[in-house]
């Protein structure tokens, strides 16, 4: 879903009205939160009652200034729970009926008044329960770099509103583009720029409901190698062992997760597709030619990521990426989803249940009663049966603690897109930043291993030593 916030200063402008409508025309929002509109409900209507939103809800400011509007196209589930001269909170609710709280915040800007506006985002807190996200002008910023000034940052303020999002459990979920979204338009020493606007949200927003997968096409990124290293680095919350590392694991979702989908965009492959062909009928000149090489080039950069994304969807091992392979990627991902997807199912009662978590505990279930222990009460007889095949050597073998060694080359031999943990991470993740989180995950699987728990990987490759003296081929 697309959202556009923007602090608009006063829609009674032409010039910003002319902005807003082609904002809207090229971005497409489907819910759009407007700040400073300096309009009632009547003069939005007359000025902008040709934009496409179906439903609004707009706050005037008793006084000159200020003043909220809260758009959105009919084909959203969005239910006002509460507003002010300050914000509205809503409840959104998606097509596959996840549900998530959205509040368009707008922050005093007087710094009499900043505490105010940390109090009203605690009190919204009281009405969410679930994921949540903040977008807005809290009309604050978080990091020193946030603002450029000959003027140094008030301190105080920034640690007010870093413990305000703290107490709230919000998040700043990043950004791409220009840094400041705030510019007193003086000249020289007297510009200040400030990133006052952004988006924030809570953990369960964040994920959105829906699992974290580390995406191949992330490595393309030279930051990529960064934002690892320093979500590995800050985490661990005085955690040992394995619960240390599902910290790590855990941050670097997250910080990966702010950096959005890693679907490729289809609609700059198709603008760069006509920039190239527009090129190519014009007459040819030194300055085409440059234009030429560096949009084809970012069209090379787009396939190759379009092709791993697929590719990491197919399932395909025997394709190799560089082959323009992305139609026969995507048809298998596709064949791949709707096979596996689970429409509904018939519980032990023989009824049909089609809810997500009436299926989960059907399977549940099932999968309970059929790897339930029965009753052997005659155990010892039956091993008493059994000869002997397991040496003294294969014991020792067996019996040993086992080596740092042993868990690389155990994870060295996964396959680096199969297998997704829980947590989503495949082995890829751990073979490619290895360097980085090696010795924190030898450490903590040693730890684990080596205190009478086996892991499956690492068990199967010491058991292959002695497996072919045990069973026999036939």
């Known amino acids: 879903m697309r959202l556009l916030s923007w602090n608009c200063q006063g829609l009674g402008n032409p010039w910003t009205g002319r902005s807003l409508r082609k904002i809207v025309k090229e971005k497409d929002p489907m819910v759009c939160f407007l700040m400073e509109t300096r309009l009632d409900k009547e003069g939005f ?45 809503a409840l959104v609710t998606e097509e596959d009926g996840f549900k998530w709280y959205l509040t368009g915040f707008y922050g005093w800007p007087e710094a009499q008044n900043k505490e105010k506006s940390w109090k009203l985002l605690q009190h919204l807190k009281t009405f969410v329960e679930g994921p949540w996200m903040v977008i807005g002008d809290f009309n604050a910023f978080l990091h020193a770099s946030e603002k450029q000034s000959t003027r140094p940052p008030n301190y105080a303020q920034v ?12 998040q700043d979920i990043g950004y791409r583009g220009y840094p400041f979204t705030w510019n007193n338009k003086r000249p020289g020493d007297a510009n200040t720029r400030i990133r006052l606007d952004r988006g924030v949200a809570n953990e369960e927003w964040r994920l ?59 609609v700059a492959l198709k603008e760069l597709q006509k920039r190239l062909d527009m090129l190519n009928e014009v007459e040819a000149s030194e300055e085409n030619r440059v234009e030429f090489l560096d949009v084809s080039k970012q069209m090379d950069d787009l396939l190759q990521k379009q092709e791993i994304y697929w590719a990491q969807r197919s399932r395909i091992s025997w394709m190799k990426h560089g082959d323009r392979n992305t139609k026969i990627f995507h048809s298998k991902a596709s064949q791949r989803r709707k096979k596996n997807h689970i429409s509904g199912i018939q519980n032990a009662q023989g009824q049909w249940v089609e809810e997500v978590e009436e299926v989960a505990e059907v399977a549940s279930e099932y999968f309970n009663n059929i790897f339930s222990a029965g009753v052997a009460d005659q ?21 040993g603690d086992f080596t740092a060694e042993e868990v690389k080359v155990a994870l060295f031999q996964m396959g680096p897109t199969k297998a997704l943990g829980p947590d989503g991470m495949n082995a890829l993740f751990y073979q490619k930043f ?16 080596n205190n009478g728990n086996m892991s499956p990987e690492v068990l199967a490759n010491r058991l292959k030593q002695v497996l072919p003296d045990i069973i026999s081929p036939t």
């Open 208 to 266: 959105r409901g829906k699992s974290f997968k580390f995406e191949e096409v992330w490595l393309l990124s030279n930051e990529c190698e960064e934002a690892v290293k320093e979500a590995w680095g800050r985490s661990g919350d005085g955690a040992h062992g394995l619960f240390s590392i599902r910290n790590k694991i855990h941050a670097c979702g997250l910080e990966l997760t702010a950096w959005g989908s890693a679907k490729p965009d289809e």
């Open 45 to 89: 209507e007359n000025l902008y009652s040709n934009l496409p939103f179906q439903n609004k809800v707009i706050v005037k400011n008793p006084n000159a200034g200020g003043g909220l509007a809260l758009l959105w196209k009919k084909d959203i589930n969005l239910e006002i729970i509460n507003y002010t001269v300050n914000h509205v909170l």
């Open 159 to 170: 640690e007010a509103f870093r413990e305000a999002l703290d107490s709230c459990q919000l």
């Open 379 to 399: 155990m010892g007889e039956c091993l008493n049966a059994v000869p002997h095949k397991v040496t003294n050597n294969m014991l020792e073998v067996l019996s």
């Open 434 to 449: 290895w360097h980085i989180v090696g010795d924190d995950v030898i450490s903590a699987v040693l730890d684990f291993l």
